[in-house]
């Protein structure tokens, strides 16, 4: 799949995300999805400190907002990756 289609799918889920954002996952995170989390994040991470700030993440065609679990205004790899993992159950 693209990576576009991944953000596609992504917009219809968003919903449906923020609705259960209070019961993110903890830990268990798939290496493939770190992997992917880390080439997304790396195209916007101007600074390469591999996490996104607000100035990075806003121009991203899917807002990664949601994905921000302790919502500190920093979106590590980690909550990515998480985010996108349980986007796809
Ligand atoms: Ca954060």
Known sequence: MTEDAVATVG?????????SAAGLP????D??????AERIIGRY????????????YE??????????A????????KEYALWMQSRRR
């Open 59 to 68: 121009k991203m065609l899917m807002s990664p907002v949601a994905a921000d």
């Open 26 to 29: 903890v830990g268990e995170v």
């Open 70 to 77: 302790n919502r500190d205004g920093i979106i590590t790899v």
């Open 31 to 36: 290496d493939k999805m770190i992997a992917y």
């Open 45 to 56: 991470d101007s600074n390469n400190d591999k996490q996104l700030v607000k100035s990075e």
């Open 11 to 19: 917009v219809i889920a968003v919903a449906t995300v923020a609705d």
